[in-house]
């Protein structure tokens, strides 16, 4: 089983000389033996929801769907163990039929729970962490064969950094999840004047359960999300099956439609933005947690994200819509603005501090690089730190400096992989190549 694999977004593809689709843990470890043995290196593949190369695999390449399984739920403890390639959208409604939920999620499902949380995957919350910090067990395939679990308990420090692990470290084959109790969200989407979001976004940010907005450059208005958590129990109101169709369409044929205007004639770009701006209607909403926090994307695109500290949110925003309009760039995908709480996992984007998220998009088929590069350079000066799975142009020299167990985790995966079983181009830029 060959061909080209590409990923979600079209930007990146690989022609491995293997393709392996292990049906358990035991032919995930047979199937990295068995590659070390013809010379080959290994990436595990999830949903290729990452815009950055960080799964793509020269060599032999682990397709994880088959490690899609609920192998054990405990509703008592609320402890959920996974295999590694169980989608995020099959995984909610099987906790809702248990009683449980993920305490929070990002703003789309599509991932498998392994991608989302090596990748560093988050939501949106002062008082949430990413995805990760929901982790309380997992069990790798390393380089040399072996399978073997880890936890705060056992293994700490594989632990501390296999959990946003970029696929350095081994394959995870299974995850165990901390979930809590069934919940709902009581949803409010507002329009607002963007400047009156930035002066007041840090007390938006911790007056909400879950505070994020979108904010289309060319256009002086925001929307506003904030979500309220509300017992499982609640009535729930969700949005009407004809309000979610017209969205639907709006938002995916529509929009395409849109941006494919703006590609061939650029001057449209800006009355589109602001007419899509307006378009973004004022709506209240209730419903079980995981139907509100992820929405669906059909309109394809480039994504550059990078975490700065919360409390330069503002200015860091203030500089690139200053950017955009001093260069003339032409911008068809609204900047998404979100906040979470700090943790301790090695390599995530929150070591050690609380973020503000801030997420620049294009569409995929008009030009984006100089846009991109323009927010690196102004974020990375408010020490930003790359999403694992957006675009950047980061190298190890230069995400050293921001990751205070950087060192640690390339002395870890040194250890662990000394051959470079696990790498590609990509970790080889942003971890430094293995020292061999």
């Not at 054990?72 to 403890?77: L, M, N």
């Not at 801030?358 to 690196?376: K, L, N, T």
Request: overall charge negative; hydrophobic content about 45%.
């Amino acid at each position: 089983m060959t061909g080209t694999w590409r990923n979600w977004a079209g930007n990146e593809q690989a022609r491995p000389v293997r393709v392996v689709a292990p049906r358990d843990a035991g032919e995930v470890a047979e199937a990295v033996a068995a590659a070390v043995r013809d010379g080959h290196r290994v990436k595990a593949v999830g949903a290729g929801h990452s815009f950055t190369p960080i799964a793509v695999a020269p060599g032999v390449q682990l397709r994880l769907d088959r490690l899609d399984g609920l192998v054990e739920v405990d509703a008592a403890s609320g402890l959920v163990t996974v295999g590694a390639g169980m989608p995020l959208w099959r995984l909610n409604p099987l906790l809702a039929e248990h009683g449980l939920a993920m305490e929070i999620l990002g703003d789309i499902d599509r991932q498998t729970v392994s991608g989302a949380i090596s990748t560093g995957t988050h939501g949106s919350g002062v008082r949430f962490g990413g995805i990760a910090t929901q982790v309380r067990g997992l069990e790798l395939a390393l380089a040399d064969g072996t399978l073997v679990r880890c936890s705060a308990e056992e293994r700490p420090d594989l632990f501390a950094a296999a959990r946003v692990g970029l696929g350095a470290l081994g394959v995870i084959t299974r995850v165990t999840l901390q979930c809590v109790p069934l919940f709902a969200l009581h949803a409010r989407d507002t329009a607002m004047p963007v400047a009156e979001v930035l002066d007041g976004v840090q007390q938006l940010a911790d007056d909400n359960d879950h505070f994020e907005f979108f904010w289309f450059p060319h256009s002086e208005t925001a929307l506003t999300r904030r979500f309220t958590r509300l017992p499982g129990s609640t009535p729930l109101r969700p949005v009407p099956a004809l309000t979610r169709r017209l969205d639907e369409a709006l938002m995916g044929p529509g929009f395409e439609a849109l941006c494919r205007i703006g590609t061939r004639f650029p001057g449209t770009v800006r009355p589109i933005a602001r007419f899509s701006a307006k378009a973004m209607s004022a709506r209240e909403w209730t419903d079980l947690s995981y139907q509100v926090f992820a929405s669906p994307r059909e309109v394809r695109f480039l994504e550059s994200e990078f975490a700065v500290p919360r409390e330069h949110a503002a200015d860091a925003l203030r500089e690139i819509g200053q950017w955009i309009d001093r260069h003339d760039e032409r911008v068809s995908f609204p900047i998404e603005v979100r906040f979470a709480a700090a943790d301790d996992i090695w390599l995530s984007t929150a070591h050690e501090r609380e973020n503000c998220y801030i997420a620049v998009h294009q569409y995929h088929r008009m030009p984006h690089q100089r846009y991109f590069d323009a927010c690196q350079r102004i974020l990375s000066a408010y020490g930003a730190r790359p999403h694992w799975g957006k675009m950047h142009t980061l190298t190890a020299d230069e995400l050293r400096p921001r990751y205070a167990r950087f060192d640690d985790f390339t002395a870890l995966r040194d250890a662990l992989d000394p051959a470079g079983v696990f790498t590609n181009p990509y970790l080889d830029r942003v971890l430094g190549p293995v020292p061999e």
